[in-house]
């Protein structure tokens, strides 16, 4: 089966395709983009970054990339959000983003709503968190799992994740490599979680490309 080539939209610098990167997929900068020219002939992952959704006098070219996501979800388009990327699907439509009163940090098993044969990986095991900002699904998407905050959201053709699949240890030392992240995660055991992601790194890297296959066949 011949599959359409894949987009990922980088939002930040610091958060790039990870344990994704060896998929053939083309990495774009958000700030860079000329949206009118995205066509749906493509599918896209939305990335993460340390913004906010509503983060926009910051960070302008938010506000173009959410008025194209409200289009493109409407027309079908096939969108992956992660982490930042589900909060943007979330705002760009009658959703919210906005930044909670606690940190999500570490590994947590899901609770999950529905079943749905595109994310069985990630059942009956932990995924990695890292998240203050949090998001109210949109009116007429399908909440697939949570944990105490919304995790995996489904609405037309778009699949949105607030965990980290694509996470390595690199990318963890890179967002963990500044002074606010060592403040905000002060009382977090951040050693014993970078253990545990050391010890899971390549089960994770399995189930992240066997979850991104499944996508791209759904």
């Known amino acids: 089966m011949k599959y359409k080539e894949t987009i990922a939209i980088v939002n930040d610098p610091e958060v790039t395709l990870g344990s994704l990167e060896n998929n053939n997929i083309k990495s774009v900068n958000a700030w860079e983009i000329e949206w009118g020219s995205m066509s749906s002939s493509y599918d896209y992952i939305i990335l993460g970054g340390h913004m906010g959704a509503y983060d926009t006098d910051k960070h302008q070219y938010l506000l173009s990339e959410k008025e194209w996501l409200s289009r493109s979800v409407d027309n079908g388009t096939k969108i992956l959000g992660i982490c930042l990327g589900s909060q943007l699907v979330a705002d760009a439509l009658d959703g919210e983003a906005y930044l909670s009163d606690k940190i999500e940090f570490g590994f947590k098993k899901l609770n999950f709503i529905r079943n749905d044969e595109t994310f069985s990986d990630f059942r009956n095991t932990e995924v990695f968190t890292w998240h203050r900002d949090t998001f109210k699904i949109p009116s ?49 055991d951040v050693e014993n979680t970078r253990n545990k992601l050391i010890n899971y790194e390549n089960l994770m890297n399995q189930k992240v490309n066997i979850f991104f296959k499944k996508w791209k066949e759904s």
């Open 140 to 188: 007429k998407a399908e909440l697939i799992a949570n944990t105490e905050f919304p995790q995996i959201y489904k609405i037309k053709n778009t699949v949105c994740i607030q965990f980290h699949p694509e996470v390595t240890v690199e990318l963890f030392d890179n967002w963990y490599d500044s002074e606010v992240s060592k403040k905000d995660l002060k009382n977090y």
